[in-house]
């Protein structure tokens, strides 16, 4: 049995987790803001250590490594979402199915240095994709189910939030990983 989609965020979601507010976020500061994700990641990701980068703290959350090949993903994703929002009418995307690439592409198992090194191209080529998108652009809509419709606009602040959520996540696993190490010792 397929598991359930997660619902996306609405245009003007504000996280409680992270407190990141859509509608405070322009499309420059998000921009800038982008830029400083693969070096964020990459401290988050190198403060854990090594011996539990791979460690699932739990059965059902992910390791440290596969956090960040999920956040490599997210941005080729969204690349290529954004530019068929820019250049078709009213696309439907493809949802990412994270568990699913998880298990399947063995992200646990994937080199953390190569994987940062992907993220920061990942990164580098959304953001030369939102520069390629006019000012015109920013109000045309995709889809993923029938009842989520998103901007462009908003496709550049989910993948902002993505990041930036993430990097607590990788925070938060790395932590518990280290946990879990110790009382098994």
């Known amino acids: 049995m397929a598991e359930p989609l997660p619902p996306l965020a609405g245009e003007h979601h504000v996280c409680p987790g992270c407190d990141m507010s859509y509608a405070t976020i322009g499309i420059p500061a998000a921009l800038a803001a982008?830029?400083?994700?693969?070096?964020?990641?990459?401290?988050?990701?190198?403060?854990?250590?090594?011996?539990?980068?791979?460690?699932?703290?739990e059965p059902h959350t992910w390791c440290v490594v596969e956090y960040v090949c999920h956040v490599r993903d997210v941005y080729a994703t969204y690349t290529i979402r954004l530019h068929r929002t820019r250049t078709e009418l009213r696309p439907s995307l493809e949802p990412m199915l994270n568990d699913l690439r998880a298990r399947r592409f063995r992200y646990a198992r994937r080199d953390l240095a190569a994987v940062l090194d992907e993220l920061a191209d990942n990164v580098q080529g959304f953001r030369d994709e939102i520069s390629r998108t006019a000012d015109t652009e920013w109000d045309r809509v995709a889809t993923r189910l029938p009842h989520e419709v998103r901007s462009a606009r908003w496709l550049v602040r989910q993948a902002l939030h993505e990041g930036r959520h993430h990097i607590r996540d990788i925070t938060a696993v790395g932590r518990a990983a280290v946990r879990s190490q110790t009382s098994d010792v």
Request: glycine share 4%; no cysteine; proline share 12%.
């Open 34 to 57: 982008l830029e400083q994700i693969p070096g964020q990641v990459r401290a988050a990701a190198s403060a854990v250590p090594e011996a539990v980068r791979r460690r699932r703290p």
